[in-house]
């Protein structure tokens, strides 16, 4: 298991308490459902779980779902954007989820909106947590290769990345950053969804990537393989020591995942798939863009 794909993987929990994601049809979040998602997941050994505050009721839920079965998730969350937010109150928050999971340590604290690094009472209040031992590491959630810092105390980022969107992954910021011992979480890696979905079920607001998408789709099914796995795959030669967010709507779509290491494809033909990118460049390819 040492080379294990799955222990690459932490569970997004954005569509927990909301249906995130272009794909998900799911009308009614069942509350015992999300539960039993959960306790799936843990037991298959998935321990690794991405939140933030923004995302309230998936908050509420991993809450509660930690009260109930006394589990002890390795927890990584985000601040939300203090300008969009200024009422948020940092030390408050963080103090009231430490309490309601029964004080069990956040094992990564990111910022959402990097510039709020600049406030200094979020600096204080971050090296006050950070000497206490209360967060492992401290950093930031990204969008653009331009926003990775340079500064020791921020120790891991979070960016989004994809077969059609390796700007990020493949840059030198970023491999600096490698380089210099930070830690890596890639996020998105199936555009919200867009990545699994089936050609003739694309919004026609996004007729421009359908192509590229059934290039995708072919290639996956010519090696026989999940487009999931493809995905993750892809990700995995492009950028090896990263941990990668996956969201999950169900316990068929953990059970797909669980299966990953059952079928490596060879790195010529991920090679073949990332060649994609440059022949496919599109701004939709970025969720953000959508309309």
């Not at 990584?76 to 004080?103: A, H, M, R, V, Y």
């Not at 500064?151 to 969107?165: C, E, L, R, W």
């Not at 491999?175 to 979480?185: L, P, T, V």
């Amino acid at each position: 298991m040492k080379n294990s794909l799955l222990k690459k993987i932490i569970v997004g929990t954005a569509q927990l308490g909301c249906n995130y994601g272009i794909a998900n049809k799911n009308i009614n979040i069942d509350f015992n459902n999300r539960i039993e998602v959960l306790n799936f997941i843990y037991k298959n050994n998935l321990q690794y779980f991405d939140t933030a505050f923004a995302y309230s009721n998936s908050h509420k839920i991993i809450i509660e779902w930690i009260k109930q079965f006394s589990t002890k998730p390795k927890i990584t969350s985000k601040i939300p954007n203090l300008k969009n937010n200024p009422k948020f109150n940092i030390k408050l928050n963080i103090e009231n989820f430490l309490s309601q999971i029964d004080n069990q340590k956040i094992e990564n604290l990111l910022l959402h909106n990097p510039i709020d690094w600049e406030n200094s009472n979020v600096k204080k209040f971050i090296y006050k947590i950070l000497q206490s031992n209360t967060i492992s590491k401290f950093g930031f959630s990204l969008y653009s290769e331009k926003e990775i810092p340079k500064d020791s105390t921020v120790s891991i980022i979070q960016v989004p990345g994809n077969i059609f969107n390796q700007s990020i992954i493949l840059s030198d910021e970023l491999n600096n950053f490698i380089a210099s011992g930070g830690d890596i979480q890639i996020r998105s890696i199936f555009i919200q969804g867009l990545l699994l979905m089936e050609p003739d079920m694309i919004p026609a607001r996004l007729n421009d990537l359908k192509e590229a998408l059934m290039s995708y789709n072919n290639i996956a099914k010519e090696l026989n393989v999940k487009k999931s796995n493809l995905a993750i795959q892809c990700i995995h030669q492009l950028i090896p020591n990263a941990k990668i967010v996956i969201g999950f709507d169900n316990i068929s779509q953990v059970k797909e995942i669980l299966e990953i290491d059952k079928n490596i494809i060879s790195k010529s033909d991920i090679n073949e798939v990332l060649k994609l990118d440059k022949n496919n460049f599109n701004e939709l390819w970025d969720p953000r863009n959508w309309k």
